[in-house]
């Protein structure tokens, strides 16, 4: 069966540094019909459409403090075409670029994830383009003026189409829902509802176009499946065969590892009768390293101390030379005045407690006076060595250290010994328990190698394995993108064949589309409505007043009504259309959230809405999605809610971001 076209929204994850916050749209294999966000004011019930957006292309992702503080990343997962995607995007600054791989959010896969562009959205490589292909809309581009052949034109971008799958809650009862107060705006409105149904004008110009930018498309898409095709042939041939999956491999090392486990414990059973032998050399091995340990203790002491030894010699020897130059030199010298520069009679002497050249008194013994006989005083604080002191304390050391030194090469020859007599004890010990051992090991070692050399070709057919199913998803991704650029342009030739008048068709379009605009007031009970229609620029009218007069309540209804009635219609006619629309706040101004419209809330049940949607989802199958978030559905959709957040906690969750609680709040607020 050919897959059917469009996007649906499975879930969403929100990745965080501790901890993922998720939203499952889906039930069992398939995706919901109706998925119903609940729960109370400021919980996070519209971030989690406005993620979605992200996910989908939005500039922007919510800005909350606590999204901030704990999400890192947007993970989208949803159905392109019926294929499984997960769409990334970094939150934090807004990324500029989206990484999509194939698969579930919780799928391990080896494919690689393609990155895609968000800007600009024409481009061939970007995200917009990814998802317009599977919209029926790949290559579209709008003219800035429509009636003006030449006429720039603008590549369409998701973002525009967006306008048809998201009513936010801002533009729910806005009276610029159709943004009447930005020109641009609402003419490009207006051509993304025409190409949807394919009744925009110079269709035929349009469709060639977009049949020879598909045809470029396909060519390149040839060339990189010819090149790829053409690279493994030359580098891996063997990757085209149907070699064994990688899971073969993995199947079969884990058989060998098991087996492995099992060798091992059966040769530990059959060697059990020799654990006294091995408790044996166990002991011998620990008093060999200890011999060992004290004979290197030895040695390195005695590397260090026989350097020691020999300074203090030096010392030794220093301080004789020291004792004899004080008896063989006066330092002092003095033989002439150092005032008139005339000979003295006679050399200084200390006479009297005092210097006999200066007078200054001194605390030397009397006699002739030579260098360093003066007090500390009187020489600035130095002070006469103490030779004979010195070599008596150097003397002491030196013989204690050189005892030190004979008692450790006295006991060194020993020591060696015992560490040779040790370690042989503990290879007779080794040798005994080898003895034993041997031939009831010997089997297994051998098995055991054979195990180990089979391992290793089983992860190098694993390795290779892996790298074969890398090139043929390479493959295959480059053949579906050919399939799919085939498929377009033959859908578009035969649609450019059965092109009939446009204005005609566009006529017979909002003529629908105003009819079931028409018959969703009247379901939800609308208050006196009369002559319900929608005009050609895509007005909605009630009562002969276009939108923007009616009451706040009732603009929502009005809101909701076109919204929906494009959706619906788009789906039953096969439109190009992504197949999924979220509104947010369906009850404003009905009973929740801004000025209350009295009249309208007492007219109006939402039951009604919702009994609806139900009603007309239950015809559709897996043709469309709706995601509806709301402050209170009725009991009536209970079982469609996926979440319901409480804002309270006591009754988990409190929110999207589940711990950020009020205790945080109050906690931020007093800062």
């Given amino acids: 069966m050919e897959p059917l076209p469009g996007i649906r929204i499975c879930r969403l994850r929100l990745v ?63 159905e392109l075409s019926g294929e499984p995607h997960v769409i990334e995007r970094s939150v934090g600054e807004p990324s500029k670029v989206a990484f999509v791989r194939r698969g579930t959010l919780d799928s391990t896969t080896v494919s690689r994830a393609e990155r895609r562009t968000i800007d600009p959205p024409g481009a061939q490589e970007s995200l917009s383009s990814l998802l317009l292909s599977h919209c029926k809309l790949a290559g579209v581009q709008l003219r800035e003026a429509p009636t003006n052949s030449e006429s720039r034109t603008d590549p369409l971008s998701f973002r525009d189409v967006m306008w048809l799958a998201f009513l936010p809650n801002e533009r729910v009862a806005d009276k610029n829902f159709l943004f009447e107060n930005d020109y641009m705006r609402k003419h490009k409105l207006r051509q993304v509802v025409d190409v949807a149904f394919g009744v925009h004008d110079d269709r035929a110009v349009e469709l060639g176009q977009r049949i020879q930018e598909l045809g470029g498309r396909l060519n390149r898409a040839k060339a990189e499946l010819a090149a790829a095709r053409a690279f493994v042939v030359e580098q ?266 446009a204005s005609h068709d566009r006529d017979r379009v909002i003529a629908k589309i105003s009819s079931r605009y028409g018959e969703l007031l009247r379901a939800w009970r609308y208050p006196k409505v009369s002559t319900p229609f929608i005009k050609t620029d895509l007005t909605p009218f009630v009562r002969g007043e276009p939108y923007q007069e009616a009451s706040s309540g009732a603009r929502t209804l009005l809101t909701l009504a076109w919204q929906l009635a494009v959706f619906e219609i788009a789906v039953e006619e096969g439109a190009a259309h992504p197949g999924f629309l979220m509104i947010d706040s369906p009850q404003k101004n009905l009973g929740h959230g801004g000025t209350l419209d009295a009249v309208i809330a007492d007219a109006v049940a939402i039951g009604d809405f919702y009994q609806h949607l139900s009603r007309w989802l239950a015809d559709r199958g897996s043709r469309a999605q709706l995601i509806v978030a709301d402050n209170s559905p009725p009991p009536l959709v209970e079982n469609d809610v996926v979440v319901r957040y409480s804002r309270n ?23």
Avoid: W
């Fill in 236 to 501: 891996a041939p063997s990757a085209l065969n149907n070699e064994p999956a990688p899971a073969v491999h993995e199947r079969e090392l884990a058989d060998i590892t098991s087996r492995l486990r099992e060798l091992d414990r059966r040769a530990q059973a059959g060697t059990e009768f020799a654990a006294q032998l091995r408790s044996q050399h166990k002991a011998a091995a620990g008093i060999s390293r200890r011999a060992a340990a004290v004979l290197r203790d030895c040695e390195t002491q005695l590397q260090r101390l026989l350097p020691l030894r020999a300074q203090y010699a030096d010392d030794l020897l220093k301080l004789g030379m020291l004792g004899e130059a004080q008896q063989l030199f006066d330092p002092l010298s003095v033989t002439t005045c150092p005032a008139c520069l005339n000979r003295l009679s006679a050399v200084p002497t200390a006479g009297n407690g005092r210097c006999s050249l200066c007078r200054h008194e001194l605390s030397a013994e009397e006699g002739a006076l030579a260098l360093g006989t003066a007090d500390a005083s009187t020489q600035a604080g130095d002070s006469r060595v103490d030779v004979k002191a010195e070599t008596r304390s150097t003397k002491a050391r030196l013989k204690e250290i050189s005892s030190y030194i004979d008692e450790l090469g006295a006991s060194l020859a020993p020591l060696k010994l015992q560490a040779e007599d040790a370690a042989l004890r503990e290879e007779e010990a080794a040798a005994a328990l080898d003895a034993a051992t041997s031939p009831s090991v010997s089997p297994f070692l051998a098995a055991r190698d054979d195990l180990h050399r089979r391992r290793e070709q089983v992860l190098r057919q694993l390795e290779q394995a892996e790298s074969a199913v890398k090139l043929r998803e390479g493959l295959t991704k480059r053949a579906d993108a050919v399939e799919r650029h085939e498929s377009e342009i033959a859908r578009l030739r035969e649609e450019l064949e059965q092109l009939g008048d």
């Fill in 649 to 671: 906690d006591d009754r988990p969750p409190y929110g999207l971001i589940e711990d950020e609680t009020s205790a945080d709040e109050e906690a931020e607020a007093d800062l």
């Fill in 16 to 78: 965080g540094m501790e901890r993922s916050y998720d939203v499952d749209f889906t039930s069992g294999q398939r995706v919901r019909n109706l998925s119903v966000i609940a729960g109370a004011f400021s919980s996070g019930k519209t971030a989690v459409l406005e993620f979605i957006a992200y996910g989908l292309g939005a500039k922007r992702h919510p800005r909350h403090q606590e999204v901030l503080r704990r999400v890192r990343s947007c993970l989208l997962e949803v």
